[in-house]
């Protein structure tokens, strides 16, 4: 009896700890921990009028397609040399109904210092998804597909960073990324390869998108 009652505080605990990283999606919901970082920002319509006015994208979801590759076209071009509020992103972030966005709920923050945030909720099973649709070779982010798979299904996340566009060349700084409440500001792979993260997104997500050329970005 007295072996059992002191296990049962130890049960009680792992279970609490799990629930807490995300690992007992009940005790999750229970303890808040699947709620992504609410940053204040809650657009209105009038926003998402504003910057599709702005940058004159519209998002459309393709109800046809079979394969990830035909979910995703594009249409037009054109040149934008505008300034977007942190409210007009997220309203933008959120009106994206594609089936393979993988941040979903999304609030964009830009900061006085010249970081920005991020956070909503991290669609883990969406990744390849979205690879095979960008066209990027499934061999070039299997340690980041390895790595997803074994985190709790769509965890709430938390990011910041200093990024920019200059001439052509994105610069990146992550000072704060979190995947659950697992913070990986620390790991050796984020501070080591921040460089090549950014030279990633710009090679295989922002040149590979059709029409889309970006020389100058700053926050």
Known sequence: MKTFLVILPVI????????????????????????????????????????QSKSGVNFSEITSAATPEETLKFSGKIDINNSFT?????????????????LKGSQVKFNAD?????????????????????????????PALDAVG??????PYYLKMNVGIQDGH???????????KINLTSTVVLKENSEAIASFIQDEVINATPGVEVQSLTT
């Open 12 to 51: 009680f605990l792992a279970l609490m700890v799990a629930g807490y990283y995300g690992f007992v999606p009940e005790l999750s919901t229970l303890l808040g921990a699947d709620k992504p970082r609410d940053l204040g920002i809650h657009p209105t319509s009038q926003d998402l009028a504003s910057a």
């Open 86 to 102: 942190d409210a007009e992103m997220t309203a933008m972030a959120l009106d994206n109904p594609w089936k393979y966005n993988f």
């Open 150 to 155: 074994l985190l709790p299904f769509n965890p």
């Open 170 to 180: 994105m610069t990146m700084n992550i000072s704060d990324l979190e995947i659950g």
């Open 114 to 142: 010249g970081s920005t945030e991020m956070s909503g909720i991290f669609y883990a099973d969406r990744l390849k998804g979205y690879a095979k649709a960008h066209g990027i070779n499934e061999r070039d982010i299997k």
